[in-house]
């Protein structure tokens, strides 16, 4: 294993549904590429030595404490035709007009829970929250219902929220003692 990382590899299994786990090397640089141009749950097609093409998602990858750099990867292989559940990031869009009138955006979630099919996972989950005011919330009920997948957080759950601006408290002046 250390030769194959000297040489720009990374060490990593693939793994599915009723299926043998395979041993394989990918190169490190072009897996960062893809992660990088395509998102953590990009489908992504390995040649495996002896065998066929086999569609994988990155499921788990260790890196070095110290470097950083990757170390082993897990790819799980994905069945097309069906639902996975996958954890995709939230980028909120634009700026709260609560926000501009001295609220304070929180976002307690930063990442959805969906099921899909594997062509069918969006790379993100972009909230608008121009129109939020002060005190309004975006639950996960709230978000706009898509035929490609379906969220699995409780729908009670908020995912951004504009608070009230923090009163300041003056400090009494002290009385004669």
Avoid: C, W
């Amino acid at each position: 294993t250390n030769e194959l990382r000297r040489e720009g590899n990374i060490p990593s299994v693939v793994y599915g549904k009723d299926k043998d786990v395979i041993t394989v090397s990918v190169d490190e640089i072009e897996l960062l590429k893809t992660v990088r141009d395509e998102g953590q749950n990009a489908i992504i097609s390995l040649d495996v030595e002896g065998g066929d093409k086999v569609d994988v998602m990155l499921y788990d990858y260790q890196t070095h404490p110290v470097k950083g750099n990757v170390t082993h990867a897990d790819f799980y292989i994905v069945d097309m035709s069906e639902a996975l559940e996958v954890s995709v990031a939230i980028r909120i869009d634009g700026e709260a007009a609560g926000s501009r009138e001295g609220g304070i955006l929180q976002q307690p979630l930063f990442e959805l829970q969906i099921s899909a099919k594997p062509a069918d996972i969006p790379e993100e989950i972009v909230i608008d929250v121009t129109d939020l005011e002060i005190g309004d919330s975006i639950f996960v009920e709230d978000l706009p219902v898509s035929d490609k997948y379906e969220f699995l957080d409780d729908a009670e759950t908020a995912v951004v929220s504009v608070l009230p601006p923090e009163e300041e408290v003056e400090d009494e002046p002290a009385g004669d003692v």
